[in-house]
């Protein structure tokens, strides 16, 4: 498995599928099975080592990990405050002025 996560860390923010990802790590095992690597990179996505798109994993570079966290705090804060303005969500904090 850590070839697997090796080879991905190593081409950082390229995308590939299972296929491509079994031929490069191992020439010889893909000659056998042009899928071994399916259940590996499975288990590295499942640990969040790895990420998957369509079918296909990789290694979103650094900039894509913060801009997706980002987002997803900004989405977060946006469905708390329209869950306040709607009475759905806990009451604001109120502040003492």
């Not at 790590?25 to 590295?44: F, I, M, N």
């Not at 798109?53 to 650094?62: D, T």
């Not at 989405?75 to 806990?90: F, H």
């Amino acid at each position: 498995m850590s070839e697997i996560l090796d080879f991905l860390k190593d081409q950082t923010g390229r995308v590939f599928s299972v296929k491509e990802v079994s031929k490069e790590v191992s020439p010889d095992r893909y000659e056998r099975d042009q899928t071994w690597a399916s259940s590996e990179l499975k288990k590295l996505c499942n640990k969040g080592l790895i990420e998957a798109i369509n079918g296909c994993y990789w290694i979103p570079p650094e900039d894509d990990k913060n801009a997706s966290r980002l987002e997803e705090e900004k989405e977060e804060s946006e469905k708390e405050r329209l869950e306040a303005l709607s009475g759905e969500g806990p009451p604001p904090e109120k502040t003492n002025e």
